[in-house]
């Protein structure tokens, strides 16, 4: 009796454990799908700014650094003219790479974020970062060259928030790079990313990647 208690019980975890072997696979292929979709938008931005003449940088991750000083004088939100006028050429590239249809069914969010330096208060610096990257969304939002579906889909996944001087920017003796400091970014992230970034830390915990560890 004890020996069919322990290969029933033997028998239940070896079919747990191809369960979740099974489980494993599946959410590694969907990391190896966003990573590729990723580099992909990565590729795609870069190459569209640069046709279209936007001296904006893509970094790895997909983030874009807008210089706040074109946005808005200091201390102010009011979103210059000659920030609309960039954002009126920026956007409209932006959007068609992100939102074409290769990519926007794996799009879960297009955030804006507002940085201040550090010249004053963090809550006061909060309150104009919150609303710097406000003011860039509602400009966005109705801007009249967007499509209805491009609206609809902003209305949906676009969120702006406001860092503060949370993230500095340094230059390289350490010190704090004050105009750098100073910017808005335009960031996305893809559907499922949390439970992505969750999944490479155990499969790299537990090397199933397909490799042995004395190969």
């Known amino acids: 009796a004890q020996l069919e208690e ?17 489980a494993l696979a599946a959410q590694a292929r969907r990391l190896d799908e966003l990573v590729g979709v990723r580099t992909n938008i990565v590729r795609d931005l870069s190459a569209a700014l640069t046709a279209a ?16 000083s074109v ?19 920026f956007v409209p590239v932006y959007l068609n ?8 069914e794996y799009l879960g969010e297009i955030i804006i974020e507002g940085h201040t330096d550090s010249t004053g208060t963090y809550e006061n610096n909060l309150r104009l970062s919150q609303q710097r990257a406000l003011q860039v969304a509602l400009y966005v939002l109705n801007m009249p060259g967007l499509t209805s579906r491009q609206k609809m889909m902003l209305q949906q996944i676009m969120t702006a928030t406001g860092k503060s001087w949370a993230d500095l920017i340094y230059d390289q003796y350490g010190h704090e790079d ?7 970014e335009f960031k ?5 990313s949390e439970m992505i970034a969750e999944m490479q830390r155990i ?8 490799t042995d560890g004395d190969e």
Do not use: C, P
């Open 6 to 22: 322990k290969e029933l019980a033997l028998s239940t975890a070896t079919a747990r454990l191809e369960e979740q072997q099974v």
């Open 53 to 68: 003449d936007l001296k904006a940088a893509v970094d790895a991750n997909g983030s874009i650094v807008l210089d706040s």
């Open 71 to 89: 946005f808005f004088e200091t201390a102010k939100s009011d979103i210059k003219e000659e920030g609309k006028a960039l954002l009126d050429r």
């Open 97 to 104: 790479v992100l939102l074409s249809g290769d990519y926007s």
């Open 178 to 184: 004050a105009e750098a400091s100073r910017r808005v």
């Open 188 to 192: 996305f992230s893809l559907k499922d």
């Open 203 to 210: 499969l790299e915990e537990n090397d199933l990647d397909g």
